[in-house]
């Protein structure tokens, strides 16, 4: 059973417009929450995260919002652009109890940014 | 020089082959992983080393063998794999495993077992 959900396979924006790409956790002992971008023929790349103990992280174009009472995670993207088209990634860490602080992955959401 | 580099970025090899895939990190870390990725999957953690210590393998196959000599460099032994072993592989490094740090990936080894 997937423990980091994105549900939305795709998302197609306008150049300029507000992206908005949605994650959504089942986990309550996750507590640090990471996205990350990926380009074809390349590795993710590490974007933007946040801490439970946050609800918004901002970084210049992208912002991350966290809802711990919903288990959901947003990532707004604005405005966005042409180069931002790539498959996102939300991932989740926390204590599980093995010591180790391993990432849980959703399987992506491909975004499209028409110029 | 990137900071997580992995050999070779393509993989063609027949079920009865021996071939390893390796990993360099340059970002003098002391966690490293091997994630999978399949199609239409999310990425699956597969081994976790911490100071060339393995402290997590997430019930892989044996047929796949992780090395950590030193922590800057990472292998992955593959040995009588399956056409369902075809998949992306990708290596990363992190500062440690404990502590909320973001991993570093390399550019993945594409494997395809024929």
């Known amino acids: 059973d997937q423990q980091v959900k994105q549900n939305s396979p795709s998302l197609s924006v306008q150049e300029g417009r507000i992206s908005i790409l949605n994650c959504d956790y089942t986990n309550s002992m996750f507590d640090y929450f990471l996205w990350y971008k990926k380009y074809p023929a390349e590795g993710p790349t590490f974007l933007i995260s946040i801490s439970s103990i946050k609800d918004k992280n901002e970084d210049g174009r992208f912002t991350v919002f966290l809802n711990k009472s919903a288990k959901h995670l947003s990532l707004h993207i604005v405005p966005s652009q042409p180069g931002d088209s790539a498959v996102y990634f939300c991932a989740a860490s926390g204590q599980d109890g093995g010591a180790t602080n391993k990432l849980i992955f959703g399987t992506g959401t491909l975004l499209a940014v028409q110029p | 020089e990137t900071g997580v580099t992995q050999t070779p970025r393509h993989l063609v090899m027949g079920m009865t082959n021996k071939k390893s895939l390796k990993c360099e990190q340059h970002l003098g870390h002391n966690a490293m992983y091997w994630y999978k990725q399949s199609a239409k999957k999310p990425l699956e953690l597969m081994f976790v080393?911490?100071?060339?210590?393995?402290?997590e393998n997430n019930s892989v196959p044996s047929r796949f063998s992780p090395e950590c000599p030193n922590s800057s460099h990472l292998f992955l032994h593959l040995h009588t794999l399956q056409p369902e072993d075809s998949a992306l592989y990708l290596c990363?490094?992190?500062?440690?495993?404990?502590?909320?740090?973001?991993?570093?990936f390399g550019q993945g080894t594409r494997l395809t077992v024929v």
């Open positions: 080393y911490s100071l060339e210590e393995r402290v």
């Open positions: 990363a490094s992190s500062q440690d495993v404990q502590g909320y740090t973001e991993a570093f």
